[in-house]
Each structure stands twice: as C-alpha cells, then as structure tokens.
C-alpha cells in the first residue's frame, strides 16, 4: 500500500504580497514540509422589487398569454457570492412551464409554443464603504463552461431587475441595498438537458473599485441547482466534496472512496501557519462529453487526491495563495506528484493581515496507481 506524504512548497513572492526588503518575507522563501415600485421610505439606500414569485407569474401570463404551471419553487436556495463585501445573494427561485402561448414569443422557445421559466430572486448589498461596479451575470451550466443557459429579461419589466440607484454612473453606492427578479428561459429540450446533467447555477464575478473594471474580482460562485423534489433529496444525501472544477465545471462524477478531516497537521513559516485540515480519495467519472480531457489515464479509470490547507496570517503584510504549490511525496522515495492546477477551485487569492484563507490541492493519478 502507497503512502503518501504532503509538503508545500513556498517560492519566492509566492506568499507573501509586496515584500520588499522585508525581512519577515525572507525566510518565506524556504522551503517547509507542511408589482414594483421603489421603496424611499424602508432605507434610503434601498431599491428594489417587493414582488412575489406569484406577481411576477402573472406579468409572464399577461406577457404570453398562456397557461402558468409550477413545477418546482425553491424557497431555501441561499445561493451567495461575497465578493470582498460587494454580496449577491439568490435566496430563492421558482421554475414554471407555460404552453399555449401566443406567436409572440415563438423565437425564444425554438419556434414551439411551451417552454419553461426560472425566476431567481436576486439581491445585491455593497457593504464596503467604497462605489462598487458589478454588471449582474448569472447562468445555469450544463455540460462544461461553455455549454450553459443564460439569464435574460424577456418577460419583467426594469423595475423588477435589481439595478443601483444611479443608473448613470452605473455605481452601487456604500451600503446601497437592491432587491429584484431575473429570469431564464429554457425550450422543453433545454429543459431535459438539465435533468440529463448535475446543473450548476452560477454566480459570476467581476466587481470592481473603478468603472473600467481593471483588477475586477473575476471569480464565480457555483452551486447545485436543484430542479425537482427528486433531485433535491439526491443533493441532500450526496458527500460533501472538497470544490474543484471537476464538480464545478461538471466534467466529472465524483465517488468518495476515502476521507479524513480534522487532520490539524501545522507548519508556521515565520507568522504564517499553514495547517492540513483534511484529504479526500474520489473516483472521477468523466460526464458525456468530457471523456477525452481524461484520455491520458488509461482504461483503468482516474483517482483525485484533494487536500485541504488553512492558512492562517498572522503577519502584518497580506498573504498571495493564488501560487502555493504543493507535492505528494509516494512511499518517501519512490516519487512525488504534483497538483493538478487545471482542476483546482478559485480559492481566495490573498488573505489579508490577521485574516484565515483556504487552498485546495488536487492529485490526479490513475486508478490502478
């Protein structure tokens, strides 16, 4: 039986921001082991819808002039995206079908006369004391990145799309708070193809301190989209499996083989401590379509080692993560691995003075290895 060991590797200006001549960074260099209106009155920096899934329902039935039925409503999604204080927030969402159409709409639903609605409510809260400027983008992902349903307006009015106060400038103002409503809409084909996959619902990034977006927080936010009572119960029993693109991206099923936590295994690099929390086995089962990003594993099948870092900074200069590297060492001699960083989440990049971070590192291997 393979023993593996892990240890991280820390190189220059790969922790530590800004160093300097500073001599506390020095030694970081080593390496260790280791219905709408806007409401003035509630908050004056609050704006937004106070509409229900059942106003906003029947908009779509003026609007078409079909027949609503819903399908599933999802009161507890709790979907959030804390970008350094810049927070959107999807607490709920419901899917409706509608068929008998009127023509008008023919284009959207692929010349068919039935399709199918999601109604996300959305909320946007700046909490930092900065104007913030974020353009709101979400989808819903299927197979890979790429092969996604985007979110559109087709059947709400402005009122109902969570929008800052000055629309002018197009900044969200500290402490301004926006209610609203987007919505998707989906063929009955695209429909199937939801139930075919394991559905993310993504929350993208791109909130930034200035209007041209330069140094924007690019990173998404992804979660479980649930579709059915059904699916909503196979989500409830699946494992908790440490985030990577695998999942995120659905290029693969994972099935847990083995799991650790609490491992509290610490190295400190001067005020830095890096603790290994835990480590998961999985099986990785490529989803349709993405059999051949896994091609170089043989038949045998693929393995991925995630391992779970704390990091702890208790210097007085903010810590870069985004470049840790980190190595399995195999029965101490016989050879190391490296991690995959292709597969690997977008953990926080920096963690500020006092603050705590995680990384995660992902091994893949082939199963008869």
């Not at 939801?194 to 993504?202: L, N, R």
């Amino acid at each position: 039986m393979s023993k593996f060991h892990w240890f991280v590797v820390t190189l220059l200006a790969m922790l530590l921001a800004a160093c300097g001549g500073n001599e506390e960074s020095k030694n970081l260099e080593e390496n260790a082991d280791v219905e709408v209106d806007i409401n003035e009155e509630k908050n004056e920096k609050v704006n937004g819808a106070t509409t229900s899934f059942d106003e906003v329902n029947k908009l779509i039935q003026e609007a078409t002039e079909g027949n609503i039925e819903v399908v599933y409503t999802n009161e507890s999604a709790n979907y959030s995206h804390d970008m350094k204080g810049f927070i959107v927030d999807v607490p709920a969402y419901q899917i409706v079908k509608v068929t008998d159409m009127n023509r008008d709409f023919l284009i959207q639903f692929d010349d068919q006369q039935e399709g199918y609605i999601i109604i996300a409510k959305t909320i946007i809260h700046n909490t930092t004391e900065k104007d913030m400027y974020y353009n709101l983008n979400f989808n819903i992902r299927l197979t890979h990145e790429t092969d996604y349903i985007p979110f559109d307006l087709t059947f709400l009015r402005k009122e109902l799309f969570p929008r800052p106060q000055n629309e002018q400038t197009r900044a969200w103002a500290p402490g301004e708070i926006a209610e609203g409503y987007v919505t998707f809409t989906l063929t009955n084909e695209q429909f199937e193809a939801i139930s075919s996959v394991k559905p993310k619902f993504v929350i993208e990034g791109g909130v930034s301190e200035n209007e041209s977006f330069k140094e924007s927080f690019l990173d998404d936010a992804v979660f479980d989209f649930v579709y059915s009572e059904e699916y909503a119960k196979e989500v409830g029993n699946a494992p908790q499996f440490y985030p990577d693109r695998l999942t995120t991206a659905n290029w693969a099923d994972k099935v847990m083989i083995f799991e650790k936590s609490n491992i509290n295994e610490t190295k400190q690099i001067d005020n830095v401590i890096i603790t290994l929390d835990g480590v998961q086995y999985t099986e990785v089962i490529p989803t349709a379509g993405n059999e051949e990003r896994f091609r170089n594993f043989g038949d045998s099948g693929v393995v991925a080692i995630t391992v779970r870092l704390l990091i702890d900074n208790q210097s007085s200069e903010k810590v870069n993560i985004d470049q840790i590297g980190s190595k399995l060492r195999i029965d101490d001699n016989r050879g190391t691995a490296i991690a995959s960083g292709m597969v690997e989440p977008s953990d926080e990049r920096e963690v500020q003075p006092g603050e705590q971070g995680v990384k995660h590192h992902v091994f893949l291997f082939r199963k008869d290895h």
